[in-house]
């Protein structure tokens, strides 16, 4: 079964990066330093930084023993170990997936959405499903439906251009509910904060729940004195 674990950045969404950069591949910190933002720069690094470490605790590794390259369409994959990885960031939110198949995850904070995105990129089912929906719950459904069909889209290792509108969240989350362990399965998982997780994967290794760490300063740390620490899990 694959893995899901989130990290909640909180303060250090806008800390100094210079600490920890040196602990980033030379290719994330070119990444990094072309960002403006604080919140950018964390973001990028961490995201390197959390997946090696949740890599190397499935493999049995040190991260700094795990290293993280991406193929011709920019999907993630571990350069060293047989192990599939997805990553997604989105506010003060990073996640990360892992499993011994291929596995997509996405994340995304709430924001404002326009059903005319919905109109012209979701299938008609799913644009007509949040239009029955009350105005309330619209944002919340909205992205379930869209970190869905990202982390499908990772999954495949095609991106946003291999088209939104070619799958079906509809199916992907009634596959969830069902046993055939080689269909290809959704599920969400709601976040603090109105964030929304969307993980995709064979049934079979479709994870039912998320872990949520945090990080902060501390002794023996995985980098440098970073230290990332389990609060909580959430089921779908």
């Known amino acids: 079964m694959a893995e899901v674990s989130v990290l909640f950045l909180g303060d250090w969404l806008e800390s100094d990066v210079a600490p920890y950069l040196g602990f980033a591949s030379s290719e994330r910190q070119a990444a990094v330093a072309r960002f403006r933002f604080a919140s950018d720069k964390n973001r990028s690094l ?3 930084l959390f997946a090696r ?3 190397a605790e499935t493999a049995g590794l040190s991260p700094a023993e795990i290293e993280i390259s991406h193929d011709e369409k920019g999907k993630p994959f571990c350069k060293n170990h047989a192990l599939s990885v997805s990553l997604s960031h989105s506010g003060a939110y990073i996640a990360v997936a892992v499993g011994q198949s291929a596995v997509g995850v996405d994340v995304e904070r709430k924001r404002k959405f326009s059903l005319s995105f919905s109109r012209r990129w979701f299938r008609p089912k799913e644009h007509e ?3 029955s929906l009350p105005e309330e719950e619209r944002s919340r ?3 379930r439906l869209w970190t869905l069909k990202e ?3 990772k999954y495949t290792g095609e991106g946003l251009a291999g088209g939104l509108e070619t799958v079906d969240c509809f199916a992907l989350l ?3 509910e069902k046993e055939n362990a080689d269909a290809l399965a959704g599920r969400n998982f709601l976040l603090p904060q109105e964030a929304t997780v969307g ?7 479709l994870p039912d729940k998320a872990r949520i760490f945090t990080i902060g300063h501390g002794e023996n740390g995985i980098y440098g004195d970073a230290v990332f620490t ?3 899990s959430i089921t779908s």
Do not use: N
């Open 46 to 48: 961490w995201a390197e």
């Open 141 to 143: 459904a909205f992205f």
């Open 53 to 55: 470490w949740r890599l």
């Open 129 to 131: 499903f949040l239009t």
């Open 174 to 176: 009634d596959a969830a």
């Open 151 to 153: 982390a499908a889209l």
């Open 230 to 232: 389990e609060q909580d």
């Open 199 to 205: 993980v995709v994967a064979a049934r079979k290794a």
